[in-house]
């Protein structure tokens, strides 16, 4: 069986997205996150059953 072949293989979806987003992201939810995240909010945004907007992580203070 190969990963294609898998129920939870999802294809590979190359976006754009500028560096000074991109690593800030990575740096709050991890590296590995990413994509969970990216895809709680597209199901959010199409208002699919249940689902629900992302919780973001409290602001930092300024002056930390």
């Known amino acids: 069986?190969?990963?294609a072949d898998r129920s939870t293989h999802t294809?590979?979806?190359p976006i754009r997205i500028e560096e000074d987003l991109w690593k800030p992201?990575?740096?709050l939810v991890?590296?590995?996150n990413r994509s969970t995240l990216?895809?709680?909010?597209i199901a959010w945004y199409l208002r699919r059953p249940g689902a629900k907007?992302?919780?973001r992580p409290p602001a930092r203070r300024a002056d930390t």
Not at 38 to 41: E, G, K, L, M
């Open 11 to 13: 294809p590979h979806r």
């Open 25 to 27: 992201f990575g740096d």
């Open 53 to 55: 907007l992302p919780e």
């Open 30 to 32: 991890g590296d590995r």
């Open 38 to 41: 990216i895809r709680q909010f």
């Open 1 to 3: 069986m190969t990963p």
